[in-house]
C-alpha cells in the first residue's frame, strides 16, 4: 500500500509542477473570444467506487407490435416485429456483433397478449390483428415455434444475452376498470420454457408482464396479486432448470416506478426475484412539440434522479439482494418521434441517462429499441445505425463498471461522469455539452479522498519531460452539418455509416497530448480515456474483488 501511495505521490509532484502550464494556454485559448469559450473544472474521487454496473451494462429491446402499429396518424414501426423482423439482415447482425455481447430484452405491450404455440396450444396461431375495441388496440397474438427457433439460431449467431417477457394475464379477468383479477396461469409459459430448455436456447431471464403495476398500461395488477404470480414463476423455473449449470433470472414486474407498489411488491417478493425492472419515458409524447428544448434542459433531465434515488432507496429499505435495471426506456413515449428521438439531439438525453442511472447502482439500461419505431438504435427500413447507436457502442467498449463519484463546477448545461476504463487501467470521462454557443475547456482532478488527501491534477508535463510523453484518447460525437435533427453523426469530424459489406465503422480515437486543453466544442458529447490516472477505486484487485 505504501508503495502505491508513492507511485501517486511522485505522480502528484510531477503534475503539480506545470499546473501553471495547462492553466495559462487555456486563459490564452478563451481570450480569443470570451464570448463562445468558457472554463470548468471536473472533481473525480478516485479512491473507491459510488455504484457498480453489470459488464454488458447496455441492453436494447425487441418488440412485438405489427406494422399498423400507429400513433398521431404515423406508423413507425415496419417490419421490425419479433414476428418478421427480417434475421438474415448483415447490417443488424454486424450491429449486435459489435457489442460482443449485447443484451436484449424480449418484451412491450403485447407481450401480455401473446400465446405460445406448444403441443399444448391446440387453437390456430393467429398474428396480431388491429382491433381497437381490444385491450391494448389489437386480438392475442400467437409466437410459432417455428420463429422461436429462427430467432435463439440469431440470438446464437449474433452472441446476444436475451431476456424473455412473460404474458402476466393469461388466465386473468379483466374488470372493467381495468383491474386483472386471478391467479397467474402458467401452462402456456411452462410448455414453451420446457421447449426452450430442451431445445439447449439459453435464456438470461425470464420477465413476467409488462407495465401492469399502479395504475397500468390499460390493465393493472395489485402488488398482492403480482407477488403471488412472480413466486409461481420463481417455482416454475426451479423445477423446470433443476439440475441444470445456469439458473435463469426472474425479472419483474417492467412497469412505471410507483413508490408504494414496488414498495409492497419487493417487501413479499423479493426472495424470488432477482431484478426489479422499471421502465423511464422523461422526455415527452411523441406529439410535444417541446422535445428538443427538454433533452436540452438539464433541470428536465435531473428529475429522473429522484425515481433513481427512490428505487434504490426502496432496495436498500428491505435489504434485498435484487438489483435494479431500467427495462425499457426510449425517452419519448407512444413510438417516439422522427427526427428527434431517431437523430443526434437525442443522445443528450440518452448518454446523459445512461451516466445518471449508472450512479445510482442500476445495473442494466435498455433501450426502446434496438429497432422499431421511431426510437430505434438501428433505422427501421434500413437497419443503418442511428446516431445513439454509436454513443451506446462507445459507452460499452469503453466505460467500465466501477462508477466515480464526479462533480463538475461550472456550466450547468455540461454534464460530466466518469467510470473505470474498460479499455486500460486508467479513467474514462463522458462528457456533454448541452449548449449550443460555448466551447468548455475542462480542467480535471482527481481526489484520492483517504487519511494522506492526496490530489493528482491531471496537467501538461510534456513540455518538461520531452522524452515521456503523455497522451490521452478523445472520441467527439458532433452531428453532421451542426445539425441536430441529423440522422449522421461524426466521430473526430469524420462520418460514421456502415460500408457496402453492411459493417459497422471502426470507431478510432484521437490521440491527444496531455499539453492540449481538454475542449468540448457546442453540442457535442465527449469519451475521454486517461490512461495516466491509475487510482485505488480502478486498481485490479478492486475490479477483481469488489
Not at 15 to 33: D, I, P
Not at 61 to 88: E, F, H, Q, R
Request: with cysteine; charged share 20%; net charge negative.
Amino acid at each position: 500500500m505504501a508503495s502505491l501511495f508513492s507511485c501517486f505521490l511522485e505522480l502528484y509532484f510531477l503534475l503539480l509542477l506545470l499546473y501553471n502550464s495547462q492553466c495559462s494556454r487555456a486563459e490564452e485559448s478563451s481570450s480569443k473570444s470570451s464570448a463562445s469559450f468558457e472554463k470548468g473544472s471536473i472533481y473525480i474521487d478516485g479512491s473507491a467506487a459510488i455504484a457498480k454496473i453489470d459488464e454488458d451494462f447496455i441492453c436494447a429491446t425487441l418488440d412485438w407490435w405489427p406494422s399498423n402499429k400507429c400513433d398521431y396518424g404515423t406508423c413507425s414501426w415496419g417490419n421490425s416485429s419479433l414476428l418478421n423482423l427480417d434475421l438474415s439482415n448483415k447490417v443488424l447482425l454486424n450491429a449486435i456483433r459489435a457489442f460482443s455481447p449485447l443484451k436484449i430484452r424480449l418484451g412491450g405491450t403485447l407481450q401480455d397478449k401473446i400465446v405460445y404455440q406448444t403441443a399444448h396450444y391446440e387453437q390456430p396461431c393467429s398474428p396480431f390483428l388491429l382491433n381497437n375495441k381490444e385491450l391494448f388496440g389489437f386480438t392475442q397474438g400467437c409466437l410459432p415455434l417455428s420463429r422461436w427457433d429462427e430467432l435463439n439460431q440469431f440470438f446464437k449467431k449474433t452472441g446476444a444475452k436475451v431476456t424473455f417477457g412473460l404474458n402476466a394475464l393469461n388466465g386473468k379477468t379483466i374488470a372493467p376498470n381495468g383491474s386483472a383479477l386471478g391467479d397467474w396461469d402458467s401452462s402456456n409459459a411452462e410448455s414453451f420454457i420446457r421447449y426452450t430448455v430442451s431445445r439447449g436456447y439459453t435464456i438470461l431471464g425470464w420477465e413476467l408482464g409488462n407495465e401492469l403495476n399502479g395504475n397500468g398500461i390499460g390493465a393493472n395488477i395489485t402488488a398482492n396479486q403480482y407477488s403471488r404470480d412472480v413466486i409461481a414463476l420463481h417455482k416454475l423455473l426451479q423445477e423446470i432448470y433443476k439440475g441444470k449449470d445456469v439458473m435463469p433470472l426472474v425479472l419483474a414486474p417492467g412497469g412505471i416506478f410507483d413508490v408504494v407498489w414496488f414498495s409492497k411488491l419487493i417487501d413479499k417478493a423479493s426472495n424470488y426475484l432477482q431484478v426489479v425492472t422499471h421502465h423511464i419515458y422523461n422526455v415527452g409524447g411523441g406529439n410535444d412539440s417541446d422535445l428538443v428544448q427538454k433533452i436540452l434542459d438539464p433541470s428536465h433531465l435531473d428529475e429522473d434522479s429522484e425515481i433513481f434515488r427512490h428505487v434504490q432507496g426502496v432496495l436498500q429499505k428491505f435489504g434485498t439482494s435484487s438489483v435494479a435495471w431500467v427495462g425499457e426506456s426510449g425517452g419519448v413515449y407512444n413510438s417516439g418521434r422522427d427526427l428527434v428521438s431517431n437523430s443526434f439531439v437525442s443522445s443528450f438525453w440518452y448518454l446523459d441517462q445512461l451516466g445518471m442511472s449508472a450512479t445510482f447502482d442500476t445495473k442494466t439500461y435498455c433501450r426502446q429499441t434496438l429497432v422499431g419505431g421511431n426510437y430505434g438504435l438501428l433505422n427501421t427500413i434500413t437497419f443503418h445505425p442511428n446516431p445513439d447507436y454509436y454513443g451506446a457502442l462507445l459507452w460499452h467498449r469503453l466505460m467500465g463498471r466501477s462508477v466515480l463519484s464526479t462533480q463538475f463546477k461550472g456550466t450547468k448545461k455540461l454534464r460530466a461522469y466518469t467510470h473505470c476504463s474498460k479499455s486500460s487501467d486508467g479513467i474514462t470521462l463522458l462528457l456533454i455539452n448541452m449548449d449550443g454557443g460555448a466551447t468548455v475547456n475542462v480542467s480535471v482532478s482527481v481526489t484520492l479522498a483517504n487519511a494522506n488527501k492526496v490530489s493528482l491534477l491531471l496537467r501538461d508535463i510534456n513540455d518538461q519531460n520531452p522524452r515521456h510523453e503523455i497522451w490521452r484518447e478523445e472520441y467527439h460525437l458532433t452531428a453532421k452539418d451542426g445539425e441536430l435533427h441529423s440522422q449522421t453523426v461524426l466521430l473526430n469530424e469524420k462520418e460514421l455509416s456502415v460500408d457496402h459489406f453492411g459493417r459497422i465503422p471502426h470507431l478510432e480515437p484521437l490521440r491527444v497530448k496531455s499539453s492540449e486543453p481538454l475542449a468540448i466544442a457546442p453540442f457535442s458529447i465527449v469519451f475521454v480515456d486517461i490512461p495516466i490516472v491509475q487510482v485505488p477505486a480502478c486498481s485490479m484487485f478492486t475490479r477483481e474483488y469488489m
